[in-house]
């Protein structure tokens, strides 16, 4: 059974920053790709970023977040993360911590960020 707990969601200002983690049940190798969606009330849940198994640099952004947020993985920590800079109201969601196996998605609970401004 794959577990996925994120963590480290809150209420900060616009311009501030927040670090989610993502602790993930056994070895983060099998997966072929993790990364962190979001999902604003009344929108459909969207990707914010995604790493492969290779590490960070085969990232990926969503255009909006680029140069803002950055995803990173700690192997021997099983925990995925996504440092978050320069936060603006419109970030405002319920994120989610994603793991693929060849196909097969598995999901955390998500944690909600509000960004005041």
């Known amino acids: 059974q794959v577990q996925l707990v994120e963590s480290g969601g809150g209420l900060v200002q616009a311009g501030g920053s927040l670090r989610l983690s993502c602790a993930i049940s056994?070895?983060?190798?099998?997966?072929?790709?993790m990364g962190w969606y979001r999902q604003a009330p009344g929108k459909q849940r969207e990707l914010v970023a995604a790493i492969t198994s290779t590490g960070a640099t085969d990232a990926n952004y969503q255009d909006s977040v680029k140069g803002r947020f950055t995803i990173s993985r700690d192997n021997a920590k099983n925990t995925l993360y996504l440092q978050m800079n320069s936060l603006k109201p419109e970030d405002t969601a319920v994120y989610y911590c994603?793991?693929?196996?060849?196909?097969?998605?598995?999901w955390g609970q998500g944690t909600q960020v509000t960004v005041s401004s």
């Open positions: 056994g070895s983060i190798f099998r997966f072929n790709s």
């Open positions: 994603n793991a693929n196996f060849y196909g097969l998605d598995f």
